[in-house]
Structures are given as structure tokens and as C-alpha cells.
């Protein structure tokens, strides 16, 4: 599965020595990890942070165009799409069967114009799955922040965030209708998928047609020890992926009564329910990454990533939703307990470990 994976990056210095930090750099690496092809597009960095960016690509295994580190010349903006010539050839024959764009900086004006001409050009070719992972609005206007992401999630066909995404768009923190009622939301703007991870790490799985299933994480006791009783077990096939790290019940379709929220949604704060993750840990930057890279590893697994497969992603069933959820979710489990980003046989080894 050839990878296409925007986002801009930031140069960080720890103890001398410099490096390059980014949500969506951390998606590419997961996805190299996971032995998929990946190309990652950028802003071109100074020269600093493009020598560590090569440093960074050429160790995860993953392809980024920069310039050489020599090179003088000021850094430039998100670079625009290919319309033509080589450079859309290139592209071509590249042949993405997922476009993932996402990370705070991208909802900036320059970049996100580019990002949807990225979209566009790649839309015959991939499926467009948007990760927000919104660390903060760009420029500190929120009401901008949302009007972006809403044109974002317009042009997705998956849509996966965090509930400290959602809490940073909607101001909600509350019970699993108030995010049946953002995944209904999503759906009327043209998603077909939508994945949430709530602060617990537990994960809802929505698709347009197909309902949705609750995914609850891994506990620590399960790392060394058999499932519990009240949990599903099952295998992950080399062929196919089958079943999950943890238990899972089916929760209201977006589309019923039952899983209307106090307001709307649109260009709005709401407040919710009551909160069920009270004091608990936000999901961290490196597993929400990593999530988002199994579920697109997973989704292929399917064969339901790639323009071709675009009208069959709105009616996942819940047992496809099931399954990619929880490899994904076990994914990120494993990745926010070990250093670097996992392979797909330590994947499979940690979820038939803890069943």
C-alpha cells in the first residue's frame, strides 16, 4: 500500500542535539513501521531541519522531498499540488491508496489551501482520511480553527480524532451520545468513517450506514495475563484482520433518536453530558499517530482503502468496524508502551498475547 502523508514539522533541541517533531511525521513513522510504502510532504525546512528530517525519514524507512541540507535559500510554504507535467506523472505513478492530512499547523491558511489541492489531485486515486490532532488553533483563533476543520472533514472520507480534538472544536466532554452526535454531524458533511478515541483510550467506531461499536482498550492486567471472562477473543489472520485487543458493545447509530446531543453542532460550544474519563489521562500525541496509521493498515487489510473502494467505506458493518478499531487500538496500546513504533508482527504477537 503506497502512503501519501501531509503535515508540517517543528525543530526541537533536547541535551545539544537536534531533531524534528510533527503529528503526521509520527503517522508516516508508524506506517513505514507497519512495512507500508510512505511518502511524507512538507513546508521545505531550513536547512537545519531538513537535515534532520532526512536523518529521521531514512532511519523510519519513509520517502520526503526537501531540499539539500546546503542549500541557502529561506524555507518555503506547504508546497502546492501537481496539476501537471512530471510532477503530476509522478503521482501517478505513485499511486496512493490513502491521502492522511492532519496536525495543527495545516489548519493555517497557506497550508490548508494546499492541503485540499493535495486532496483533490489525489481523490481519483486514495481514500482521504483527516486526523486533526489539534494541539492548538493556529494563530489562536478558534473560530477559524472550526470553519477549517469543517472544510477538511467536507473533503474526508475518514475522519479519526481524539476527544481532546473534539473538546478543543465543540467544548464537549461528555457521555457516548454527545460523540454519536458529532459522528452524526461528520456524516451530513459527506464522512464515511468515523473513529473516536475518548481519554480512557477506549474507542467508538461509527461508519454512515452501519452503525457504530464501542472499543475498550486493553487493561494493564491483560498484558501478562488471559482475557477476562466478559471479553471478546479472537485472532488477527495474515490475510485478513480478525477481531481485536479488548471488548466491545454496540453503541446507538449516529442516525437514531437516542444519540441526539442537547444542540447542534455547527460553529457552536456545546456542553454535553456528564463526563465519564473524569482524571484521566488525555491520549497521548505518539498513540492517537499511531492508531491512525493501524487503522489505515487495517482498513487495506479489508480492502477498503483506494478510490475504488470509496462506496463500500459508508456501510462498514460493525464487525468490520470491530476489527479494524480494535488492531488499531492494540497498535496504539503497544506504541505508548514501548519505545519507536511497532511492527505488524509485534502487533499481532502483543493483541494474541493479551487474549
Known sequence: ??????????????????SVEGAMLDVASALAALGRNVRFVCQNPEKEAAHALQERASSAGFDVNVRGEESS?????????????????????????????????????????????????????????????????????LN??????????????VVYATASDIRLLYGITGSDRAYNRIAQYWFENGVSIVAITLDSNDTLMYSRSGGGVKIFAPQPR???????????ASALGKASVSGGASASRKVASPGDPSASAESSIAGKTVASGESSVAGKAVVSGKAAAEFAAGLCDALDRVTLLGASERPRLADASTTLLYTTGSFAGAAATLAEREAGFPNRDA????VNRIH
Open 73 to 141: 535559500q529561506p524555507p518555503l510554504p506547504f508546497p502546492s499540488a501537481p496539476q501537471d507535467g512530471a510532477r503530476l506523472l509522478d503521482l501517478q505513478l505513485f499511486d496512493p491508496r490513502v491521502l492522511i492530512f492532519g496536525g495543527s499547523a495545516i489548519h493555517a491558511p497557506q497550508p490548508a489551501s494546499a492541503v485540499v489541492q493535495w486532496a483533490q489531485a489525489a481523490s481519483s486515486m486514495a481514500t482521504l482520511v483527516y486526523v486533526p490532532l489539534i494541539s492548538r488553533p493556529p494563530n489562536g483563533n
Open 222 to 232: 491483560d498484558y501478562a495475563e488471559a482475557s477476562a471472562p466478559d471479553r471478546q
Open 1 to 18: 500500500m503506497s502512503s501519501l502523508v501531509l503535515g508540517e514539522i517543528r525543530l526541537a533541541e533536547s541535551e545539544g542535539e537536534q
Open 144 to 157: 477559524r480553527l472550526r470553519r477549517q476543520t469543517d472544510k477538511f472533514i467536507q473533503i474526508a472520507d
Open 347 to 350: 502487533i499481532t504477537e502483543f
